[in-house]
C-alpha cells in the first residue's frame, strides 16, 4: 500500500510538470463560453456526427481587451451561426503584451491561424513572410484608405476590420467657468493656446490641454506644420526638418512656457485620461477609443472637434487588420472568418451598436448610423478628421525607432537639449542605425 | 548511512527525476540556447537564428547604452546593498529580543516580502508621485519640498533602491535572524561576566558568528540587484532619461519588443558571466572576514 502511494505520488508530479509545459493551455477570454476551450488547438475532426467535417482556428487579437470583448464574442457568434462547421478560439491579450506573446507563440510553432496586426507592426511580420496573402475576397464595401495600408506592392496581406482616429475631446463645463467660446473645426493652436490659457487661470490643479509628446503624436504634429518625419517615398528620415523643430518648439512651450500642459511633475503619475475624467482638463488630443470610457465615467458635458491644425489640419489614422497566418492548415476557414469581421454588415451592425472605433464597411448606412450614437454629439468631426489622416511610418524597425526618438523628445522636454539639437541628434542616430 | 542503502536508492532517484526534468527543460536547455542564440541573430518570428559569430558581443561593447546599464546598476547596488544589510542586521537584533508580540512584527515585516512585485510598485508609485504621492506631501508637512522621485533622473534609481528594501528587509533580516539564535548564549553569558559591554558584545561576538549568515545574504542580495527587473517595468520602464534600465530589463526590451533576440541572449549570457566573476571575487575574499567555527 505504501509504495503504491508513492507511486501515485511521483505519477502526479511528472503530469503537473508536464501539463504546465504543454503549449496551449491558455483560457479563450471569452467569458460567456461560446468559444471553444481546445487544449491541443488543431483538431480537424473535433465533430463527430456532421457531415461537413468541424474545423477549428484560433485568433489572437488585442483590440477587444478590455471593454470590448464581449462585442467580439458577439460577432464570433453571429460568424459561427453563419457558418456550421467552423470554431473559433478566441485569445485575447492587453495591448502591450499583445506582440510578445504573438512572437512568443510564432517561435513556438503555434502560430495562431488567424490574428490581429496594426499598421506599425503590419510590414514587420509582413515582410518575413509570416502571413498569407488574401486573394479571392469581395473588398469593394472596405474604406480604401484601410485596404491600402495593409496591402504591399498591391498584394492585399490583411483584412483591415476597424480603424480609428484622434480628435480632440473637450471639457464643455470648464469651458463655461472660464468663458471660452466651444473648439470649432476652424480653430489653430493660437484660438487653442488662448483657450488654454483662461482655464489655466482657473486654478492652479486645472490645465488647459494635454498632448502626450511621444514619437506617435510628434510624427502627426510636424505634419500640422508643414514638416513630416520622413520624405513622401518613406527612403530616408527627415527628422531634424525646420518645420519639424518649430512644431517641436510650439509643443514643448505649451508645458514650459505657458505651462498650460502639465509637466511630468504636474501628471504626478496620473494618466491623461484620467486627468482629464478627474474634470481638471480643458482639452484633450486623444483617440476615440475613449468615447466609451468618458461616456461611462466622466461626470461632466463634453464634446469633440476636428484638432487643431498649425499650418494645416493633420489628424492621426490607426488601424487594425486581421491577417492570416502562412503555415496555417485552415486557409479557407481563416479567411472566411477575417473577411466577416472585415467587411459583413453584421459585424459593422455590432461594432456600430457597442461603439468600438469605426466599421471599414463605411457605406453610408454605417456612417449615419455611427453618427447617431452619441454622446458625443459632433461625431462628424470623426469622420471629418479622415479628410487630413497621417499614417505611421511602415517600418520593420518601427519599435526601436519610436523609443529612441523618445529619449531625445524627452530630453527636450526636459531642457536638456534644444528642441534642435534633440532632432538633430535624433537624425544622425536613426538614419545611422536603420 | 542507512539511507543510501540500495533498495532506498531506487526511491530516492524516482523522487528526484521530476524535478531533474523540471530543470533540465526549463533552465538547462534554455541556458544553452541563450549560449547559442548569442552567437546569432534571430528576429523571433520568422524561420531560424542564423549565426553572426561575436557580432553582437562587438555590439554591445560598442554602445554607449552597455555602460549606462552597468553604471545604473552600480548605483543601485551601492544604494541597496548597504542599506539592506544595515537595516536587516538592525531589525534581526530587535527581533533577537525578548520584547512582547515581537512575533506580530516579524509577520508585519514579512507581508511586504509575500506580496506580489507588480502590486507593490503599481501602489509605490502613486505614493512616490511628485505632486500628489504620500512621501511629498508628508514632506510639504515638514517644510520640504521632495524631489520628482520617479520622474527625475537622478532619483528614478534611488527611488527603485529604496523600494526594493523595504520589499526585502523582511526576508534578509529574518534570515539574520536565524543567524543571530544560533549564537551559543553561554559565550555571552561568559562575556558578560568578564566584563564585557553591549558594543563589545556585539562587535567581538555577535557580529563575527553571524557572519556567515551576512555573507549568504551579501552573496544573495548582490545577484538579486543584477537581475533587477519588476520593479523597473512596472514602476518607471527604463526611464526617465534611460536612467533605470538595467540589464533584465535590457534584455526583455531587445529581445520582445526589438524583436532582436540574438543581441538579447548575448546580452544574457554576458550577465551570466558578470555576476559569475562577482560571486567568484566574493567567495575568495570570504577568508578575510568571515568566520567559521
Known amino acids: 500500500m505504501k509504495k503504491m502511494k508513492v507511486v501515485f505520488v511521483v505519477l502526479f508530479a511528472f503530469m503537473f510538470i508536464l501539463s504546465s509545459c504543454a503549449g496551449e493551455t491558455q483560457m479563450p477570454a471569452d467569458e460567456d463560453g461560446q ?58 491579450y492587453g495591448f502591450d503584451d499583445y506582440f510578445q506573446q504573438l512572437a512568443t507563440s510564432i517561435a513556438g510553432g503555434t502560430t495562431p491561424d488567424v490574428f490581429e496586426l496594426n499598421i506599425e507592426n503590419f510590414r514587420a511580420y509582413a515582410n518575413k513572410s509570416v502571413i498569407a496573402k488574401i486573394e479571392g475576397v469581395d473588398t469593394t464595401n472596405i474604406h480604401p484608405t484601410t485596404l491600402e495600408a495593409f496591402a504591399i506592392d498591391g498584394v492585399q496581406y490583411g483584412l483591415p476590420t476597424k480603424f480609428s482616429n484622434v480628435v480632440m475631446i473637450y471639457n464643455k463645463d470648464l469651458f463655461d467657468q472660464a468663458g471660452v467660446d466651444y473648439p470649432t473645426n476652424d480653430w489653430t493652436w493660437e484660438e487653442e493656446l488662448e483657450a488654454a490659457k483662461k482655464i489655466r487661470a482657473l486654478g492652479e490643479n486645472y490645465f488647459g490641454v494635454y498632448r502626450p509628446i511621444q514619437t506617435w503624436e510628434f510624427y502627426k504634429t510636424v505634419v500640422q506644420n508643414g514638416g513630416s518625419m520622413m520624405n513622401p517615398d518613406q527612403s530616408e528620415f527627415t527628422i531634424n526638418s525646420p518645420e519639424n523643430v518649430e512644431a517641436l518648439e510650439m509643443m514643448i512651450d505649451r508645458i514650459n512656457e505657458y505651462n498650460v500642459t502639465p509637466n511630468a511633475d504636474q501628471m504626478g503619475g496620473m494618466g491623461d485620461w484620467d486627468l482629464f475624467k478627474s474634470g481638471r482638463l480643458g482639452m484633450l488630443v486623444t483617440g476615440i477609443w475613449a468615447f466609451s470610457d468618458f461616456t461611462e465615467n466622466a461626470d461632466f458635458a463634453w464634446d469633440i472637434v476636428v484638432e487643431p491644425g498649425i499650418k494645416e489640419k493633420a489628424t492621426h489614422f490607426f488601424s487594425d487588420a486581421i491577417v492570416v497566418s502562412e503555415s496555417t492548415e485552415k486557409k479557407e476557414a481563416a479567411i472566411k472568418f477575417a473577411t466577416f469581421i472585415s467587411g459583413s454588415a ?51 524597425n518601427f519599435n526601436a525607432i519610436a523609443d529612441t526618438l523618445n529619449d531625445y523628445l524627452e530630453q527636450a522636454v526636459m531642457g536638456i537639449l534644444t528642441p534642435q539639437e534633440a532632432l538633430d541628434q535624433a537624425q544622425e542616430e536613426i538614419s545611422g542605425q536603420y | ?84 544589510l544595515l537595516t536587516s542586521m538592525l531589525i534581526a537584533s530587535l527581533f533577537n529580543t525578548d520584547v512582547k508580540a515581537v512575533s506580530f512584527f516579524r509577520v508585519l515585516l514579512f507581508i511586504p516580502v509575500l506580496t506580489s512585485w507588480v502590486a507593490g510598485a503599481m501602489i509605490w508609485r502613486t505614493v512616490l508621485s511628485s ?111 534611460g536612467s533605470t534600465q538595467v540589464m533584465v530589463e535590457r534584455i526583455y526590451t531587445y529581445g520582445f519588443k526589438y524583436y532582436q533576440m540574438g543581441y538579447a541572449a548575448a546580452l544574457a549570457l554576458l550577465l551570466f558571466i558578470i555576476i559569475m566573476v562577482i560571486t567568484l571575487i566574493q567567495m575568495k575574499l570570504q577568508k578575510k572576514w568571515v568566520y567559521y567555527e
Do not use: C
Open chain 1, 35 to 92: 468559444a471553444e476551450v481546445d487544449n491541443t488547438g488543431t483538431n480537424e475532426d473535433a465533430g463527430g456526427q456532421d457531415t461537413q467535417e468541424m474545423v477549428e482556428i484560433t485568433f489572437m487579437n488585442y483590440s477587444s481587451s478590455g471593454a470590448n470583448e464581449e462585442v467580439l464574442g458577439e460577432m464570433v457568434e453571429a460568424f459561427e451561426a453563419e457558418n456550421q462547421n467552423i470554431k473559433v478560439d478566441v485569445r485575447t
Open chain 2, 1 to 84: 548511512m542507512k539511507l543510501l542503502l540500495i533498495r532506498n536508492k531506487k526511491w530516492i532517484v524516482l523522487f528526484l527525476i521530476p524535478s531533474v526534468i523540471g530543470y533540465v527543460v526549463f533552465s538547462l536547455i534554455p541556458m544553452i540556447s541563450t549560449v547559442y542564440l548569442g552567437f546569432s541573430s534571430w528576429d523571433v518570428i520568422s524561420g531560424k537564428p542564423e549565426i553572426v559569430g561575436m557580432s553582437n558581443y562587438l555590439k554591445i561593447f560598442s554602445t554607449k547604452e552597455f555602460y549606462q546599464v552597468l553604471g545604473n546598476t552600480l548605483k543601485y547596488i551601492i544604494i541597496y546593498i548597504p542599506l539592506m
Open chain 1, 346 to 396: 453584421e459585424a459593422a451592425a455590432i461594432r456600430l451598436e457597442a461603439n468600438w472605433d469605426l466599421p471599414v464597411a463605411l457605406t453610408d448606412e454605417v456612417t449615419n448610423a455611427y453618427l447617431a450614437i452619441t454622446p458625443p454629439e459632433n461625431k462628424q468631426a470623426v469622420i471629418d478628421s479622415l479628410d487630413y489622416l497621417v499614417m505611421a511610418p511602415s517600418l520593420e
Open chain 2, 131 to 241: 505632486q500628489y504621492g504620500l512621501v511629498n506631501n508628508f514632506l510639504k508637512l515638514l517644510g520640504i519640498t521632495g524631489p520628482g522621485w520617479l520622474t527625475d533622473p537622478k532619483w528614478a534609481i534611488v527611488s527603485i533602491a529604496l523600494v526594493s528594501v523595504w520589499k526585502d528587509i523582511g526576508f534578509f533580516s529574518l534570515i539574520i535572524f536565524g543567524g543571530l539564535r544560533n549564537i551559543n548564549h553561554s559565550i555571552i553569558e561568559a562575556s558578560k561576566v568578564d566584563g564585557a559591554n553591549r558594543l563589545n558584545v556585539f562587535r567581538y561576538i555577535t557580529f563575527p558568528m553571524v557572519t556567515p549568515t551576512l555573507f549568504f545574504v551579501l552573496v544573495t542580495a548582490i545577484i538579486n540587484s543584477f537581475q533587477l527587473f519588476p520593479q523597473v517595468m512596472v514602476m518607471t520602464q527604463g526611464g526617465p532619461l
